[in-house]
């Protein structure tokens, strides 16, 4: 099938920024070790202080769609109608690019555990108040896990994503939400018919919420994020030189945005 996108929800204004061509400023050393480890395709420094209190990784993520969203994304960029068949058929794609995606960065973060001291993973999506729930699926797919019945909770563990699964494993002690709750939901591109409008000054507050919640932890600091999320000039204007912002793209990730 030929002609519609994908969808515009991976990214705020529906196109990639400048931030993904990945150029230009000085390596740090956190950029360097990265190089060498699991499915990494690009990294960039954003933000170069060897001795900033705090150290970001930005894993750009090719994140999960709910069937509604997408198929509603889908139908509104185009100018004749998708057939339901189309519209199923483009969603399987972008489920198996969601799982390819995860299945680097569960690789990729075990990695960065084990080689550098991090001190907190954030994950995008997540609010304080969606804690409780995400550690109540966590349980649910690991009992199902160990039985085997795992029919029909596809859709589920791809949302859970990459640091669930790695939660779910024990091999992360904890998981922190990235989302301040009301400029998230403030944020959100999706209005009640459906139809999709990003608003740039509403996600630049979402950024800065985001923003503050990573500058809150000092040490090495990871996060899971959209990968057209560049919060360079959110953490600058926030922390001054006391930061560091590295950004680090799969291959799978580079494939997905490829074929968007």
């Not at 996600?203 to 360079?232: C, F, Y």
Request: charged content about 30%; some cysteine.
């Amino acid at each position: 099938m030929g002609g519609p996108e994908r969808s515009r929800l991976q990214q705020p204004d529906g196109t990639r920024t400048e931030a993904d061509e990945l150029g230009g400023k000085p390596e740090s050393a956190d950029a360097i070790a990265l190089r060498d480890m699991p499915y990494v395709h690009q990294v960039a420094t954003r933000l170069n202080n060897p001795d900033a209190s705090c150290r970001i990784i930005h894993i750009k993520d090719w994140h999960f769609v709910g069937f509604e969203e997408f198929a509603a994304d889908v139908h509104s960029q185009q100018d004749e109608p998708v057939d339901g068949d189309g519209t199923i058929e483009l969603y399987k794609q972008h489920l198996d690019a969601v799982e390819a995606v995860q299945k680097e960065q569960v690789a990729l973060l075990s990695a960065i555990l084990d080689k550098l001291d991090v001190s907190a993973v954030f994950v995008e999506g997540l609010t304080e108040r969606d804690m409780p729930v995400f550690k109540a699926i966590s349980r649910m797919i690991a009992e199902k896990e160990k039985t085997g019945e795992l029919v029909g909770l596809w859709e589920t563990m791809l949302r859970h994503g990459a640091v669930g699964r790695l939660y779910r494993q024990g091999v992360l002690k904890d998981v922190l939400p990235l989302e301040d709750e009301a400029a998230y939901a403030a944020a959100n591109p999706v209005g009640e018919n459906g139809t999709v409008e990003f608003d740039a000054a509403r996600n630049e507050k979402r950024e800065d919420a985001q923003a503050r919640n990573l500058l809150a932890r000092q040490g090495v600091v990871v996060v899971i994020l959209g990968g057209a999320h560049d919060l360079t000039d959110n953490l600058r204007r926030l922390a001054g030189d006391d930061v560091q912002y590295v950004q680090v793209e799969t291959k799978a990730y580079s494939r997905a945005v490829g074929q968007q």
